[in-house]
């Protein structure tokens, strides 16, 4: 089975080999010209509200609002790698969590959700998706993309150093659905072992991925964030920004 499945991701890359990738589009920040050094640190325990030291060793990045459906919430992002995986700590002003999925695997973008896109190697177009709720629960998949044509594949024996470790929090009000907050915030670990076989994993000091990071907030309807702004879709690879490993 998982052989098979690694067949299908070849294929797809082989076919998609020649499709020219775009590059520059979008400033300021989130602009393609403009990378986020990805900082290295030492393993640390995943919480839920960033209380490593390790975290220090590195800055906040901005999301924007993509869209026409305004909503003025700030929301941040920090990232660090080590020999093992790669962290991300969100934080997330907000005033009511819309979050009533209490299963993993769930159509999470539906409601309050943070996500990560990692696609490590420009010439083989199929990448990691990550997303977390605040309550708590996960989507991992791997995402074929052939120019917009995409479906979602969920990882195989996803147990032990396969399994993202993540937690989160909420600040001002209750952990809980429907809860009245100022904000929350979420902390997780995906290890390489998990994106195998994607190509460029582990990063090495100066290898450089594509990702995004985005959020999601249903307060005043559907409000978008993102890193990078995309077109139509967050699935809109050729505008994702890009990872340079210290």
């Given at each position: 089975?998982?052989?098979?499945?690694?067949?299908?991701?070849?294929?797809?890359?082989?076919?998609?080999?020649?499709?020219?990738?775009?590059?520059?589009?979008?400033?300021?920040?989130?602009?393609?010209?403009?990378?986020?050094?990805?900082?290295?640190?030492?393993?640390?325990?995943?919480?839920?509200n960033g209380s490593?030291?390790?975290?220090?060793?590195?800055?906040?990045?901005?999301?924007?609002?993509q869209g026409s459906?305004y909503i003025d919430?700030?929301?941040?992002?920090?990232?660090?790698?080590?020999?093992?995986?790669?962290?991300?700590?969100?934080?997330?002003?907000?005033?009511?969590?819309?979050?009533?999925?209490?299963?993993?695997?769930?159509?999470?973008?539906?409601?309050?959700?943070?996500?990560?896109?990692?696609?490590?190697?420009?010439?083989?177009?199929?990448?990691?998706?990550?997303?977390?709720?605040?309550?708590?629960?996960?989507?991992?998949?791997?995402?074929?993309?052939?120019?917009?044509?995409?479906?979602?594949?969920?990882?195989?024996?996803?147990?032990?150093?396969?399994?993202?470790?993540?937690?989160?929090?909420?600040?001002?009000?209750?952990?809980?659905?429907?809860?009245?907050?100022?904000?929350?915030?979420?902390?997780?670990?995906?290890?390489?072992?998990?994106?195998?076989?994607?190509?460029?994993?582990?990063?090495?000091?100066?290898?450089?991925?594509?990702?995004?990071?985005?959020?999601?907030?249903?307060?005043?309807?559907?409000?978008?964030?993102?890193?990078?702004?995309?077109?139509?879709?967050?699935?809109?690879?050729?505008?994702?920004?890009?990872?340079?490993?210290?």
């Amino acid at each position: 089975m998982a052989k098979s499945l690694t067949k299908v991701l070849l294929a797809a890359a082989i076919i998609t080999a020649s499709v020219a990738v775009q590059a520059g589009r979008g400033q300021g920040i989130s602009g393609q010209d403009n990378p986020l050094i990805v900082r290295k640190c030492n393993d640390f325990k995943i919480t839920g509200n960033g209380s490593s030291e390790q975290w220090r060793k590195t800055e906040w990045v901005n999301l924007t609002h993509q869209g026409s459906d305004y909503i003025d919430y700030v929301t941040r992002v920090k990232v660090l790698y080590s020999e093992t995986g790669i962290y991300f700590l969100f934080d997330c002003e907000d005033k009511k969590l819309t979050s009533t999925f209490r299963a993993d695997n769930l159509n999470l973008w539906e409601e309050d959700v943070v996500e990560v896109f990692l696609w490590t190697s420009e010439d083989f177009p199929v990448y990691f998706e990550y997303e977390l709720s605040p309550m708590n629960y996960e989507l991992p998949i791997i995402v074929p993309n052939y120019k917009g044509k995409f479906l979602g594949w969920l990882p195989w024996n996803y147990e032990g150093d396969k399994k993202v470790v993540h937690a989160t929090s909420a600040r001002g009000g209750e952990k809980a659905g429907g809860a009245q907050v100022d904000g929350w915030m979420a902390e997780f670990f995906i290890p390489y072992r998990l994106l195998e076989p994607l190509p460029k994993v582990p990063p090495q000091s100066g290898t450089r991925w594509r990702a995004n990071m985005y959020r999601i907030d249903y307060d005043k309807g559907a409000s978008h964030f993102s890193w990078k702004k995309t077109t139509g879709t967050f699935h809109d690879y050729n505008n994702f920004g890009t990872f340079v490993f210290e």
